[in-house]
Structure formats: C-alpha cells, structure tokens
C-alpha cells in the first residue's frame, strides 16, 4: 500500500524533486547515476509526480547535482583517514546507499524533525548511517558532531538546500561550521542572481510555493564573508552530461559567466587559518 505524506512546509515537499528525478534516472540506459532506492520509495509514495514530468532542466540539474557531490564525497573518503560525511538538508537523500566504497567513513543525515520523522519511516537508518533531527540555523548538531569526532575529517553537503534561506543565513550557517571545524570540506550548490532577482525559479518549482531567497555568480564571494573558505572549484551543471543539454547546454557553455548568473555547483575547503 502506498503511503500519503502530509507536509507541514511547501519547503519540505520539495524533497520529492529530486527523489523523482533520480527515480526516473535511474531507469535510463544512459543514466548519469543509478538510484534503486529511490525507485523503490518513488513507488511507495503517494503523489502527483507527473506534475514534475515536464521539467526537463531540473530532471537533468538534479542527476547532475547528486552525481557531481556523491564523486565529491567519494574522493574525500579515499583522500582522509578519519572521514565523516554530513547530509545536511538530507530530505530522502540516498547517497550512503549511492556510494559503493565508504571503507571506514561515518555519514550523519540532518534534517527538521518532521522530515526525519518521514525519513525514518521510509528508510530505516543503515549501520554507519546515523540521523539528526534539527535545523541548520543551530548549533548543537554541531558542537554534537565535533564532541563524537574530535580527530575526524568533516565534509558538510548542503545539496538543493541554501537557495530557500537569505544571504545573512547562509553566511551564519558557514561561519559555524569554520568557528568549528580547522579542516574539511564544505560544498553546497546555489542559484545564480538572476533567479533571485527576477522571482525566476526552476521548471521543477513553478507549480510550489517555495522561494528562492539567495544566489552568488562568484564563487570567491564567499571567500570574502569567510576567508578559512577558500575555493576548490565552480562548475556548472552544463560541463557534465553535455549531450543530454542540446543546444541550451551549448550555449551556456560558451558564454560560462552568465551560466553562473543562474546556478553554480561550489566545493570549499576549510583552511586552518585565514
């Protein structure tokens, strides 16, 4: 029987989005990644997914977004001793399933109660995956993860999440994580200005209530509100799966500066001194 899923925020049902789309991925022959798990919970689901079908962008952004993080997270577990992956945002996020090698790596999954009250139903936690309930604006999650780790390697995936929050949010979100943390990895995706500024939104969210709030075209911004921050790279969701973007991917590629005034996909690193 599948089950119907009542949501207490239009921010929350955003979850779906990219369970869909990486559902309906998965069941490509050319699939930019593979997903069973979310296949499974797609079909457990009750829900008007066909209102998605038409969002072809963000079906592509989405698969794109979760493949260019998981490899992110994969090179950072290969590269440190003491790995620990933090999901925050997670929604029904199923990259500790999605990754075949964790050898000794710990991941935690963070969202708000209500969406880990939802996670918990439709996917039991798995040894070695650990969930949190709260929200991002707070730090005892924090303070919680450096007291169990004090030697670990910390990499932060804020993945579909920081556009929904403003500027002076997002910059608190980073500062404690940096006040905390002397090493790691922190890597979020973020619309451009031009979305925030015109009320454009993504194909997939045209039919939601939920705003995007905030956007940077250059990466280095961020260096300026927090120096440890320093930029490992910028890349735009065209670069990758080039065949599948037709001639929107082919123009955005040429012109890389204004692909950036409407979405980017950022990796940090946390420096031991400013």
């Known amino acids: 029987m599948k089950e119907k899923i009542e949501f207490q925020s239009v921010v929350a049902e955003t979850l779906l989005i990219p369970l869909y789309m990486r559902a309906k991925e998965s069941r490509r022959r050319d699939a930019v990644l593979h997903d069973p798990e979310a296949e499974r919970l797609v079909a457990r689901i009750a829900y008007d997914y066909g209102k998605f079908d038409k969002a072809w962008m963000s079906a592509l952004g989405c698969v794109v977004r979760s493949r260019y993080y998981d490899q992110r997270v994969e090179s950072f577990i290969r590269l440190n001793a003491r790995p620990v992956v933090v999901n925050v945002g997670c929604g029904l996020d199923t990259r500790f399933q999605r990754?075949?090698?964790?050898?000794?790596?710990?991941?935690?999954?963070?969202d708000l109660p209500e969406v880990m009250a939802i996670r918990e139903k439709l996917l039991p936690a798995p040894a070695g995956d650990n969930y949190l309930a709260g929200s991002l604006l707070d730090t005892e999650w924090?303070?919680?993860?450096?007291?169990r780790h004090p030697d670990g390697y910390f990499i932060f995936v804020f993945e579909?999440?920081?556009?929904?929050?403003?500027?002076?949010q997002v910059r608190t979100v980073?500062?404690?994580?940096?006040?905390?943390?002397?090493?790691?990895e922190v890597c979020f995706d973020v619309c451009g200005p031009m979305m925030v500024n015109t009320g454009l939104k993504p194909d997939s969210l045209r039919r939601n209530a939920a705003q995007i709030r905030s956007g940077l075209a250059d990466g280095h911004k961020v260096e300026r509100w927090e120096p440890r921050l320093q930029l490992i790279e910028q890349r735009s969701y065209m670069e990758f799966?080039?065949?599948?973007?037709?001639?929107?991917?082919?123009?955005f590629r040429a012109?890389?500066?204004?692909?950036?005034?409407?979405?980017?996909?950022?990796?940090?690193?946390i420096s031991a001194t400013e």
């Open 174 to 184: 980073l500062r404690n994580i940096v006040r905390r943390f002397p090493a790691g």
């Open 160 to 168: 579909g999440v920081l556009m929904y929050f403003y500027e002076e």
């Open 241 to 251: 799966a080039r065949r599948r973007w037709g001639l929107t991917g082919i123009f």
């Open 142 to 147: 924090l303070e919680g993860l450096r007291t």
């Open 255 to 269: 012109f890389p500066h204004l692909a950036r005034k409407f979405s980017s996909l950022l990796a940090y690193r």
């Open 99 to 110: 990754i075949a090698e964790r050898r000794n790596a710990v991941f935690y999954e963070l």
